[in-house]
């Protein structure tokens, strides 16, 4: 059975790399110049548990109809290139295979199926982070397992996520997984702004303060959606933005197990700055703000979290301090 990753950035070439390892039959959709770097410089994976691995033969390619040979298609590009995906997924690939989104964000899995009828998609969250570091190392800095839409269709495939190191848990109440997952993700852009690693990053109070500002504020739009978010962490969602608060020697010990996380681990969207991309703030942020706007709430330090993000993608400097990105979430208009 063949495996096609759509959209070979950070997590699409771990995931994808790690299939091809355990010895699934993988094939990578990417640009022609990660095919040019791995070609000069190698494939490596590792992780903050000190694995660390070479990888040989990975394929990556360029066009699309390759689709056509894929069983199972693992979506891995960024929420503004769903659509686009989907158009390329409904040419070429075969009705009968699988399609299992892995995308930050809500509104992915049914943007595909809107997009692709007739054919099963289910959604899936990624809960660790990868970063790509000197040597074209692919290092997975945090922990945690991937979560999917429970579905009959995974059962070939568990075994070769399991080799992986990759195990499937499928979940029943996905949209509450889906938010639960946005909840945590809240502190991708806390954590570009920052400009430091994410362990530095919430190691200082004043960075958690504002990260608790933008939870607070989707914890209200949930509610007032009738949306429970799914505990993601050792840590209950309501309490997270207390936890946030608490002084930083008192939020060490309380919080010693989220704080696993690899000192060089940064966020997508920190990388997605430095690399001059996109970011997927809209879909994060932005969802939290439209969310608050559909049921009569409001979410202004997450639209404001949006306006900074998207003032950097212009080429306005990152490096904010802790209370610098404070009063910019919490000035009046």
């Not at 892995?102 to 660790?128: I, K, S, T, W, Y």
């Not at 008192?250 to 430095?274: C, H, T």
Request: overall charge positive; hydrophobic content about 45%.
């Amino acid at each position: 059975m063949s495996i096609v990753i759509f959209g070979a950035g950070s997590i699409g070439v771990y995931v994808g790399a790690s299939l091809h390892a355990a010895g699934a039959d993988v094939r990578m959709i990417g640009r022609a110049r990660l095919r040019e770097k791995i070609a000069q410089e190698g494939l490596r994976l590792s992780d903050l548990h000190g694995r660390s691995m070479e990888i040989e033969g990975a394929r990556i390619v360029e066009d699309p109809a390759t689709l056509a040979e894929a069983d199972l298609i693992l979506v891995t590009v960024k929420s503004a290139d769903t659509p686009a995906a989907a158009d390329a997924i409904r040419r070429h690939a075969r009705q009968n295979a699988l399609v299992l989104s892995l995308q930050n964000g809500v509104g992915n899995v049914e943007a595909l199926r809107e997009r692709l009828p007739g054919m099963v998609v289910l959604g899936g969250m990624v809960p660790f982070n990868v970063v790509q570091l000197p040597g074209n190392r692919f290092h997975r800095g945090t922990g945690g397992e991937l979560m999917v839409e429970a579905s009959p269709r995974l059962a070939p495939w568990q075994a070769s996520f399991q080799a992986a190191h990759l195990p499937l848990v499928e979940r029943a109440d996905f949209l509450s997984v889906q938010w639960g997952k946005l909840l945590i993700n809240l502190n991708n852009p806390v954590n570009a702004l920052a400009g430091i690693p994410l362990k530095a990053e919430l190691s200082q109070r004043g960075y958690r303060r504002c990260l608790a500002l933008l939870m607070d504020e989707a914890l209200g739009a949930m509610r007032a959606a009738g949306i429970v978010p799914a505990r993601i962490t050792p840590v209950a969602p309501r309490r997270l933005p207390m936890l946030m608060r608490l002084p930083d020697f008192l939020f060490r010990r309380v919080a010693a197990k989220s704080l696993r996380i690899d000192p060089e681990a940064r966020s997508s969207m920190w990388e997605d700055l430095q690399a001059g991309r996109k970011t997927e703030v809209d879909y994060l942020n932005g969802a939290v703000v439209a969310l608050a706007r559909a049921n009569g709430a409001r979410a202004d330090a997450n639209q404001r979290m949006v306006e900074l993000i998207h003032a950097v993608e212009k080429g306005r400097p990152a490096g904010m301090s802790p209370q610098a990105l404070y009063r910019a979430l919490t000035a009046s208009k």
